[in-house]
């Protein structure tokens, strides 16, 4: 009887380690590490402003991602720090190959209603959220720094 305990406990923990395994915890995205100063972060180049969020772009920034190409690639600082990641991309078959790797990279994401294409993914202190719009036929993505963009009530860049 406890050896069965024991082995129970044991395939348990063996589960959770493994659960805890593919957890990703995402803190940087591109080498830039979420809640880092501006100072720190080199070859940015101001672009706009949305209240409080201050919008700029990368020098001679990759415009791909998981070898997809990207219509558009912002970054957003609040209070200086760096807590925003804004990206699209056209077409289906781009939804389809982002939708792919966040799903084997941080596992299943909620979907607030099974109709629509819109997807939060955990990852630690950074929600990723997807969406994709049929008509526009554009994926959308942005990596949000929770710790400074909860004291703003989230972010959208039109």
Same mark, same amino acid.
């Given at each position: 009887?406890?050896?069965?305990?024991?082995?129970?406990?044991?395939? +348990?923990? +063996?589960? #959770? !380690?493994?659960?805890?395994?593919?957890?990703? #915890?995402?803190?940087?995205?591109?080498?830039?590490?979420?809640?880092?100063?501006?100072?720190?972060?080199q070859?940015? +180049?101001?672009?706009?402003?949305?209240?409080?969020?201050?919008?700029?772009?990368?020098y001679?920034?990759?415009? !791909?991602?998981?070898?997809?190409?990207?219509?558009?690639?912002?970054?957003?600082?609040?209070?200086?720090?760096?807590?925003? #990641?804004?990206?699209?991309?056209? =077409? $289906? /078959?781009?939804?389809?190959?982002?939708?792919?790797?966040?799903?084997?990279?941080? =596992?299943?994401?909620?979907?607030?209603?099974?109709?629509?294409?819109? @997807?939060?993914? =955990?990852?630690? &202190? #950074? /929600?990723?959220?997807? *969406? @994709? &719009? &049929?008509?526009?036929?554009?994926?959308?993505v942005?990596?949000?720094?929770? $710790?400074l963009?909860?004291?703003l009530? *989230?972010?959208?860049?039109?």
């Amino acid at each position: 009887m406890i050896r069965r305990i024991s082995l129970a406990l044991v395939a +348990v923990i +063996v589960m #959770v !380690t493994a659960a805890q395994a593919q957890l990703k #915890v995402m803190t940087e995205f591109r080498g830039m590490n979420f809640g880092a100063d501006l100072s720190e972060i080199q070859h940015m +180049v101001p672009e706009d402003s949305r209240g409080a969020i201050r919008f700029f772009k990368k020098y001679a920034d990759d415009k !791909t991602f998981q070898g997809i190409a990207l219509k558009e690639l912002h970054y957003g600082f609040v209070e200086n720090k760096f807590a925003l #990641v804004l990206f699209n991309a056209q =077409g $289906p /078959s781009a939804f389809n190959t982002l939708k792919a790797y966040f799903d084997t990279t941080y =596992g299943q994401p909620h979907q607030p209603s099974k109709g629509v294409k819109q @997807y939060t993914y =955990g990852a630690g &202190d #950074v /929600s990723i959220e997807m *969406g @994709y &719009d &049929d008509t526009r036929k554009v994926c959308e993505v942005s990596y949000i720094y929770r $710790p400074l963009m909860s004291k703003l009530g *989230g972010p959208k860049k039109q």
